[in-house]
């Protein structure tokens, strides 16, 4: 199985028609020539006037480019389309002309652009990771909330449970670290992703008989 992921974006000028050509690929209405073009097995999310189509391998993406614009032209619409490759370490789609990091000099270049782009997501108020703190008595939960606070973080509390807002994956597991190692044993301490910044599309699979 191809260890890489793509995808073809289809950004739409008018949100209504996100839903008619998303019904397009839903229903199969492709012939069987653009279904063997699409492969084996491609995903299909709608997110408001914003279509992704993700694929197993570049050649199966560029021929869902060519399917994507036919599509597009038939119902005469505008969109924007292009194809995109997800780089793992910056946790980001990139443009697919731009090859995946092969030094560790391109790896560290990616990942502080990754860096960057969470600390600026931090300054506009949305955060993508949660340390999350299960203490063993409401007043617990107070004192280590208020001590957080102390030190300038972004800091929840409901009944015994704290939870902190953190821009960056590093800080989020090194924090937890720090609190496992200072709360009592009975705590519970572990980070997650922010729930809130996850996608959750309706997924639409596009089989093809070969």
């Known amino acids: 199985m191809s260890q890489d992921e793509w995808r073809v974006e289809i950004d739409l000028d008018d949100e209504a028609h996100g839903f008619g050509l998303s019904e ?3 229903a199969h209405d492709l012939d069987d020539e653009a279904r063997k073009r699409l492969g084996k097995r491609a995903v299909v999310t709608r997110d408001g006037p914003q279509l992704f189509v993700y694929t197993g391998s570049e050649a199966e993406a560029h021929e869902a480019e060519l399917v994507a614009r036919e599509l597009v032209a038939a119902d005469d619409l505008s969109a924007d389309i292009s194809v995109t490759r997800w780089h793992p370490v910056e946790e980001a789609w990139v443009d697919a002309s731009i090859p995946l990091p092969q030094t560790e000099r391109e ?3 990616e990942e502080e652009r990754k860096e960057e782009a969470e600390l600026e997501q931090a300054e506009d108020g949305s955060y993508d990771w949660i340390v999350n703190v299960a203490l063993p008595s409401r007043s ?4 280590l909330a208020d001590r957080l606070r102390k030190e300038g973080r972004r800091v929840h509390r409901r009944w015994r449970y704290v939870t902190v807002d953190m821009a960056v994956e590093d800080d989020a597991n090194e ?3 720090r609190l496992r190692g200072e709360l009592p044993a009975e705590a519970e301490v572990w980070a997650d992703a922010n729930p809130e910044d996850i996608p959750n599309p309706s997924f639409v699979l596009l089989e093809s008989k070969l």
């Open 24 to 26: 397009r690929f839903r």
């Open 140 to 143: 617990a939960a107070g004192d």
């Open 107 to 109: 790896e560290r270049d």
């Open 175 to 177: 924090l937890a670290e």
